[in-house]
């Protein structure tokens, strides 16, 4: 079945370094999401991107979408410590409305 | 609006025994999904919904089941408890159009130990 990896699986960093997380799927997806979950908490929708080559930015944040749509990545600039926790991308099966979840980039941002 | 509610937030079980975890959203959504997150893992998706009346199986869905009676709520039955279901189980909502569900709102969450 579709598979979607994430690299790396932790990070930390010192604040203010950079930070980049590959999302990887077996299978071109239609669409991507990024969700990001603090310790303890639910996940939170950051973006979707939906075209090929698609990059959108969110202040730090800036999303990529692969040109095959099988692979994504999500680039923190001067990360802060308000940047801890888990960063997951979601893609659904062809043709369906299953989302299968990356396995996760957990990160940690020393002061 | 209270978003997507979860009850209850803990839960011990033994096994054998069931039960049902509510999820309520007031968005009047037509997509819920629920998903399972072991410790230090991703989420996997146990059964999802695009309305009242339609239900669909996602990657693991054995000893679960799911009915959707109205847009509101998505209860998610565990028939009989095993140690395996151990697990924080997420319940989430989206509005969808045509091949595409939007941004997902994930409830708080219930932390579920069977022993």
């Known amino acids: 079945g579709q598979q979607v990896m994430q690299i790396p699986q932790y990070q930390h960093v010192q604040e203010g370094e950079d930070f980049t997380t590959y999302c990887n799927s077996s299978t071109t997806l239609s669409n991507i999401q990024w969700y990001k979950q603090r310790p303890g908490g639910h996940p939170v929708f950051l973006i979707q991107?939906?075209?090929?080559?698609e990059v959108k930015k969110q202040k730090r944040l800036t999303f990529q979408f692969g040109e095959a749509k099988k692979n994504s990545s999500l680039h923190i600039t001067a990360t802060q410590t308000t940047d801890v926790g888990t960063y997951f991308c979601a893609g659904p099966t062809s043709g369906t409305y299953k989302y299968i979840f990356g396995t996760g980039t957990r990160l940690k941002v020393l002061a | 609006n209270a978003g997507v509610t979860q009850t209850p937030k803990f839960q011990v079980l033994k096994t054998g025994q069931s039960m049902t975890l509510q999820c309520a959203q007031d968005?009047?959504?037509?997509?819920m999904s629920w998903y399972r997150q072991d410790p230090g893992m991703g989420l996997r998706l146990i059964h999802y919904?695009?309305?009242?009346?339609?239900?669909d199986q996602g990657e693991v869905p054995n000893g679960y089941n799911v009915s959707r009676s109205t847009t509101e709520d998505f209860p998610l039955r565990l028939l009989s408890a095993a140690p395996s279901q151990t697990s924080v189980y997420f319940c989430?909502?989206?509005?969808?159009?045509?091949?595409?569900?939007?941004?997902?709102?994930f409830g708080p969450g219930t932390r579920l130990t069977v022993t």
């Open positions: 968005m009047n959504h037509e997509y």
């Open positions: 919904s695009v309305g009242a009346g339609i239900t």
């Open positions: 991107l939906v075209k090929s080559g």
């Open positions: 989430a909502s989206s509005a969808y159009r045509g091949p595409q569900i939007y941004e997902q709102y």
